[in-house]
Structures are given as structure tokens and as C-alpha cells.
């Protein structure tokens, strides 16, 4: 079986009640009452302007993803989601335009969507592997301990390969990070004999416990 990239179709999702709670802007001082009026003009700013890709690579072997319980199994499945660059860029121009509430809660709301088109591309991702009887692993980043943070220009042109020149607008800087910026890669193995591990995820259960959208 040959390698595939698949690329998924991930609408806007927000929840502003949890946005507000994940930002602690649950009081009744003047600042918490700004911040809350602010939320739905950007709400609906975001949704306007964001665009959303999502990508994953799914290997058999062939080419190693340089993660050691993920290139043991079956399938090798390299998950890249990122935002265009207009919902930062437009967090940038409030913040140049002195509105500096609208530029940080916007740019903090991008986050949120970036964490949503994960979550549902994990499901995605899950959905697949289970209707052939497989099983994920946990999710491998770069800069874990034991992969380098130069496996990310490896992981891209896992993806480049799979795809028309030109639809993956992401690269790496020179210091090693993801450009644009709202962007997250990560590796996971498939296989029959994994243990089932729920790709549903559960801030309590995460062991990400400095994770800026833990709740």
C-alpha cells in the first residue's frame, strides 16, 4: 500500500463560554466587563476571516517519521493543522491601531480554533484507523524528548510529497519553528495491536499541565 496525504475540510468553531473561562475573564471588574463586550465583535471578525488547513501523511513503513513507537507499527500518520496568516495579521493591526484588548483576545481566540481543528482532525484521523481495525498511539511532537526539532523540515516534506507544489504554505524558520505561526505537527502510529487510547481529548487527563488551553 502506497503512502497518502489526505487533506481535511475543517470548519470555524469557537466556544466563546469556554474561550472566557480558559482567559479567567469570568469577574466583574471593568476590565473583565471590556474584555467580554469585545468577544462577540471578534467572534465574528474571526469567523470572517480565518482559513483553516489541515493535513495529514499516512505512511507504511516506507519512510520513517524518526519516532520509534510510531515507526513500529503499521501505519505512520504525520498530522500538520495551521490558520492562514490573516487572523494574526489583523490581531497585529488592532494592536498598531492602539486597540490593544481586540489584538490580544483575537490573537488568544486564534488559538482556540487552532486547538479545535486538532481536536477534530484527531477524530478524523481516529475514525479512519478504527473502521480498519486500528488502533493510535499517543501524539509524538517535536522537541519531545528524543525527537529533534529539525524532524519538522522531514515532516513537511512528508506532506510537500503528496501534494500539488504550492497547497502547503508552511515552512520552518531558522529557529526551528513553524511559520505561519498558529500552527501545530504532530506524529502518531496505527496498528492493530495498539491499545485504544481515546483521541478525545480531556484537560484533566492531559499531562500537558502548563498547556496555555488547559481548563
Known sequence: MSNLVLQYDIGFYLDPDRFLKRMHIDGENEADRNARACVPELLELAEKITKIYAF???????????????????????????????????????????????????????????????????????????????????????????IPIETLQHYLDLLKRGLEPGTLQVRVSSGGMLIPEKAILYVMGADPDNCRISQDHDCSKCLKVNCAFRI
Open 56 to 146: 495529514c501523511f499516512r505512511g507504511h513503513g516506507e519512510d520513517s517519521v524518526m519516532v520509534r513507537q510510531a515507526d513500529c507499527c503499521r501505519e505512520q500518520w504525520v498530522c500538520l493543522c495551521h490558520l492562514g496568516p490573516e487572523i494574526l495579521d489583523r490581531a497585529q493591526s488592532f494592536m498598531e491601531e492602539g486597540e490593544y484588548l481586540k489584538g490580544y483576545l483575537l490573537s488568544e481566540m486564534a488559538n482556540d480554533i487552532l486547538f479545535h481543528v486538532s481536536s477534530e482532525m484527531d477524530r478524523l484521523v481516529e475514525e479512519n484507523c478504527l473502521k480498519r481495525g486500528m488502533f493510535l498511539t499517543r501524539k509524538y511532537y517535536p522537541g519531545d524528548p528524543g
